[in-house]
């Protein structure tokens, strides 16, 4: 394994989307198409399957190190309710633009941290985006919880409000990794929020851990598993760290990359990290998650029902999804559009009445058979086509032939019309998707643009 680690271990997309963002068209792209573009998956999507809806809410009372995400540092509660009339009002010229009541079936809130905000907020918040939506009774809504301020207050309020997933971001519990990455919690405080939202009665909590940190050691990995699996969480996240200080900046470097484990020292983390998990009952699902063998997620995926977006993977498979919040990433399935990112050109665009999008991407022909590929690879671990038929394109043979060396190294089975990855070849899925990008192929990056695959 460490020679495939090294032979495939370069820069490549995550693939949360297909086109990945750096190849967005964004000189052909214009905020009336996107709107168009809405309309169309919401009139197409609305009445069978719904929409899904994601809020970033960016404010944090400290810098986390290990984190990609767009946020504002602040100990200064008196920015949250303002920040929400803006979500509020965004979300009021959405809905100018659909005929009917939107049926949320799935909504988000990331972050930065939710839990900066206070209960009461939130609840002005949520009762504030249903007052014109429906909600279903299965609807999927969840949150992302900081494992020191999400108090037994704020899971209820949530809950009232029909919440029943939550997932926590533990990373790891050894304290010279915390030091490092600035997010020290003890395991009591992940104790107790886990099972604070037990007893309340959500019916899925999830734990997010990470691999390749800084400082981090095999026996780091095997005492956060270890103390992960004795609170079982129904899902676990274990995501590859992401070392990009020439995108994220100063908050990548406060340490060196010296301090982080070697391609092959990492893939050894999650190789152990994985195999205690599957002994503990887990069942891997799509790239970097984990499920218990009851879960929505692994019963997606065995009815090969599994989705991938800009919020991970979903048992929800909706064709629309609109992001609310400064940065965020919404998408139509025949469009992207991202969100400004600076807060107050967020408020001034809404003062004027403008949904605040910046950028964005229509996908042509191409895009979206490539991108429903991509997805089925993600998803499925396996993809399918018709000669000059369903899922077809004019590249495809070239395609194929790139990916010969990996069926030669036993990553993939290459049949007639299908493509099958093995569990030799998952932690290569990425590289595997790649022999799809025919945009990243076309024009290769000058600079790094993405982390590493391994």
């Given at each position: 394994?460490?020679?495939?680690v090294?032979?495939?271990?370069v820069?490549?997309?995550?693939?949360?989307?297909y086109?990945?963002?750096?190849?967005?068209?964004?000189?052909?792209?214009?905020?009336?198409?996107?709107?168009?573009?809405?309309i169309?998956?919401?009139?197409?999507?609305?009445?069978?399957?719904?929409?899904?809806?994601?809020?970033?809410?960016?404010?944090?009372?400290?810098m986390?190190?290990?984190?990609?995400?767009?946020?504002?540092?602040t100990?200064?509660?008196?920015?949250?309710?303002?920040?929400?009339?803006?979500?509020?009002?965004e979300?009021?010229?959405?809905?100018?633009?659909?005929?009917?009541?939107?049926?949320?079936?799935?909504?988000?809130?990331?972050?930065?941290?939710?839990?900066?905000?206070?209960?009461?907020?939130?609840?002005?918040?949520?009762?504030?985006?249903?007052?014109?939506?429906?909600?279903?009774d299965?609807?999927?809504?969840?949150?992302?919880g900081?494992?020191?301020?999400?108090?037994?207050?704020?899971?209820q309020?949530?809950?009232?409000?029909?919440f029943?997933?939550?997932?926590?971001?533990?990373?790891?519990?050894?304290?010279e990794?915390?030091?490092?990455?600035?997010?020290?919690?003890?395991?009591?405080?992940?104790?107790?929020?886990?099972?604070?939202?037990?007893?309340?009665?959500?019916?899925?909590?999830?734990?997010?851990?990470?691999?390749?940190?800084?400082?981090?050691?095999k026996?780091?990995?095997?005492?956060?598993?270890?103390?992960?699996?004795?609170?079982?969480?129904?899902?676990?996240?274990?995501?590859?760290?992401?070392?990009?200080?020439?995108?994220?900046?100063n908050?990548?470097?406060?340490?060196?990359?010296?301090?982080?484990?070697?391609?092959?020292?990492?893939?050894?983390?999650?190789?152990?990290?994985?195999?205690?998990?599957?002994?503990?009952?887990?069942?891997?699902?799509?790239?970097d998650?984990?499920?218990?063998?009851?879960?929505?997620?692994?019963?997606?995926?065995?009815?090969?029902?599994?989705?991938?977006n800009?919020?991970?993977?979903?048992?929800?498979?909706?064709?629309?999804?609109?992001?609310?919040?400064?940065?965020?990433?919404?998408?139509?399935?025949?469009?992207?559009?991202?969100?400004?990112?600076?807060?107050?050109?967020?408020?001034?665009?809404?003062?004027?009445?403008?949904?605040?999008?910046?950028?964005?991407?229509?996908?042509?022909?191409?895009?979206?058979?490539?991108?429903?590929?991509?997805?089925?690879?993600?998803?499925?671990?396996?993809?399918?086509?018709?000669?000059?038929?369903?899922?077809?394109?004019?590249?495809?043979?070239?395609?194929?032939?790139?990916?010969?060396?990996?069926?030669?190294?036993?990553l993939?089975?290459?049949?007639?019309?299908?493509?099958?990855v093995?569990?030799?070849g998952?932690?290569?899925?990425?590289?595997?998707?790649?022999?799809?990008?025919?945009?990243?192929?076309?024009k290769?990056?000058?600079?790094?643009?993405?982390?590493?695959?391994?």
């Amino acid at each position: 394994m460490s020679s495939l680690v090294q032979k495939y271990n370069v820069a490549g997309p995550r693939y949360t989307s297909y086109p990945t963002v750096p190849y967005w068209e964004e000189a052909a792209f214009t905020k009336q198409a996107w709107e168009n573009s809405v309309i169309k998956a919401f009139k197409e999507s609305n009445s069978t399957e719904g929409i899904s809806l994601y809020i970033h809410l960016p404010f944090c009372e400290a810098m986390c190190t290990f984190c990609g995400c767009n946020k504002r540092i602040t100990v200064n509660h008196n920015v949250e309710l303002p920040y929400l009339k803006y979500v509020l009002k965004e979300w009021s010229l959405y809905l100018a633009l659909l005929d009917e009541a939107p049926v949320i079936s799935e909504l988000h809130l990331g972050g930065g941290t939710p839990t900066f905000f206070s209960p009461e907020n939130l609840k002005i918040l949520i009762d504030g985006i249903f007052k014109h939506a429906v909600q279903p009774d299965d609807a999927a809504l969840s949150f992302e919880g900081h494992p020191n301020n999400t108090t037994r207050e704020h899971l209820q309020t949530l809950h009232d409000l029909g919440f029943n997933r939550v997932s926590y971001g533990v990373q790891d519990f050894n304290l010279e990794v915390q030091k490092a990455i600035h997010r020290v919690q003890p395991f009591e405080n992940v104790q107790s929020a886990t099972f604070n939202a037990r007893e309340i009665g959500y019916s899925s909590v999830s734990h997010d851990l990470i691999y390749g940190l800084p400082f981090q050691k095999k026996e780091h990995v095997i005492h956060t598993i270890e103390q992960t699996i004795a609170l079982k969480p129904d899902r676990i996240a274990f995501y590859s760290y992401a070392f990009v200080p020439w995108i994220k900046g100063n908050g990548q470097r406060g340490f060196s990359q010296e301090n982080l484990p070697s391609p092959v020292e990492k893939r050894e983390q999650y190789e152990l990290g994985k195999q205690m998990l599957e002994d503990a009952g887990y069942i891997e699902i799509g790239m970097d998650h984990f499920a218990l063998a009851s879960d929505e997620l692994n019963i997606a995926m065995v009815t090969k029902k599994l989705h991938r977006n800009f919020m991970g993977y979903s048992s929800s498979s909706t064709q629309a999804m609109i992001g609310l919040g400064v940065s965020s990433i919404s998408d139509s399935w025949y469009g992207f559009a991202q969100n400004v990112k600076n807060i107050t050109a967020y408020k001034k665009l809404l003062d004027q009445d403008q949904i605040p999008v910046y950028r964005g991407h229509l996908l042509n022909e191409e895009d979206l058979i490539i991108r429903k590929h991509i997805l089925n690879l993600m998803c499925q671990f396996e993809t399918s086509w018709e000669q000059n038929g369903r899922l077809y394109f004019t590249e495809l043979p070239d395609v194929l032939i790139d990916l010969k060396e990996m069926e030669a190294d036993g990553l993939l089975v290459l049949e007639s019309n299908s493509i099958i990855v093995p569990e030799k070849g998952r932690a290569f899925v990425r590289n595997i998707c790649m022999a799809f990008d025919l945009r990243l192929k076309r024009k290769k990056p000058d600079t790094q643009l993405f982390s590493m695959t391994i």
